[in-house]
């Protein structure tokens, strides 16, 4: 898609810092490193995000997330990670070319905060249930 910079970084009419490769994906290095080791995995074709891919590309994306994921925790010598994918403004995307982000994580203190607040106490789970389902 013109003006899409992961198009661009897929065609390699930019450069990225290429992790892994076939038909249908690409994988490479995160500008921002959050931690050491960040890398996206991308599918080659254009899709703005999870939202409206293909499900049998969301689904080869994920698979080789998972194992770049083992093979980047291991050689990086981290102690986990986080797999992610953002979609939409408000949820935090800003490339609007679907993409999943393997983030290393070394220690608490390692500059990622993921803050998930317990609402348990103000919400009814029913009535959002009902909403889920409907
Ligand atoms: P989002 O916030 O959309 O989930 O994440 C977009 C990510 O793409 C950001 O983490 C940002 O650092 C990364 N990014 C944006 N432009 C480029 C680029 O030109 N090259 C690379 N390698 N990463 C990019
Ligand atoms: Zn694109």
Redesign the pocket.
């Known amino acids: 898609m013109d003006n899409c910079?992961f198009c661009k970084?897929a065609q390699k009419q930019?450069p990225?810092?290429v992790v892994y490769e076939d038909d249908v994906c690409l994988a490479?290095?995160?500008?921002?490193q959050?931690t050491d080791g960040h890398t996206?995995v991308i599918p080659k074709a254009h899709y703005s995000s999870i939202l409206d891919a293909d499900p049998e590309v969301v689904a080869h994306v994920y698979k080789t997330a998972q194992k770049l994921a083992q093979q980047i925790v291991k050689n990086c010598g981290a102690q986990g990670c986080n797999i992610l994918t953002?979609a939409g403004e408000v949820a935090?995307?800003?490339?609007h070319h679907f993409?999943v982000?393997i983030i290393p994580r070394y220690d608490e203190h390692d500059g990622l905060t993921l803050a998930f607040k317990d609402r348990s106490q103000e919400v009814d789970l029913d009535d959002i249930l009902n909403c889920v389902t409907k």
């Open positions: 910079i970084i930019i990225g810092k490479f290095l995160d500008l921002s959050v996206l953002n935090g995307q800003t490339v993409h982000h």
